[in-house]
């Protein structure tokens, strides 16, 4: 169990430099992790508009292009792992293309991991009218008036699944709609062994979440 890691991170919004995460490396091998933030309200809107007219177009497809770029680094043997909400609402989809841009770079094959399960358009779609199970939940209005309007929804994932494929092996780790600073916790926790149920480590997990804002967005 190491006391220290190094996480950096490349990205705080989807258009933020692509060649930042390969610069980054190429600064700083030694890197235990390495976090990059996609998702935002607006692009999860965008990212839907794109997924009706293609159901694989759902995911920042620029993202591939980071991956392409960091294939030398994996392939000389650099071991920071890479984890990115950059799934989109095609988080499978993403991890294919980047496996295949992997290895058409030549690069040997490495385990990627997904998290899914934040994207709950079809539950509300499919909820019966009049249940008010997901009235707006400071007005009281009930869902039902806007259902038909609905673009994309999403529940904010926190970081448990991350540290399942990281502790899976994964080296990079591609999720949809997480909460920002889960990209970070996921690292402590997995690094340290902390137990997030356990009061003995709920103040670790509170360091780690500060971190993790000011390491996502804390430049802009």
């Not at 220290?4 to 930042?20: C, E, H, K, L, T």
């Not at 799934?87 to 295949?100: D, I, T």
């Not at 399960?117 to 806007?146: M, N, Q």
Request: one cysteine or more; a negative charge; charged letters at 20%.
């Amino acid at each position: 169990m190491k006391n220290v890691i190094r996480i950096g991170n490349a990205q705080a919004f989807w258009g933020d430099r692509p060649s930042a995460a390969r610069e980054l490396l190429e600064q700083e091998p030694g890197l235990d992790f390495l976090t990059m933030d996609y998702l935002a309200e607006v692009s999860m809107s965008i990212l839907a508009v794109a997924r009706e007219r293609d159901p694989a177009a759902g995911y920042p497809r620029d993202f591939v292009d980071v991956i392409r770029q960091l294939a030398d680094y994996w392939a000389a043997g650099g071991r920071c792992r890479l984890i990115a909400n950059a799934g989109g609402l095609a988080p499978a989809a993403c991890a294919a293309a980047c496996a295949a841009a992997l290895e058409s770079a030549g690069c040997p094959p490495l385990t990627i991991g997904i998290v899914s399960g934040d994207d709950c358009l079809a539950i509300l779609r499919s909820e019966p009218a009049g249940s008010g199970r997901f009235a707006h939940l400071e007005s009281a209005a009930p869902l039902d008036p806007v259902r038909d309007r609905l673009v994309t929804a999403n529940a904010y994932l926190g970081s448990a699944g991350i540290v399942q494929a990281l502790a899976a092996g994964a080296t990079i780790v591609i999720t949809g709609r997480v909460a920002d600073p889960s990209l970070v916790v996921a690292a402590c926790i997995h690094a340290f062994g902390w137990n997030p149920a356990s009061p003995a480590d709920r103040g670790k997990v509170a360091g780690a979440t500060v971190a993790g804002h000011l390491l996502e967005c804390g430049t802009q």
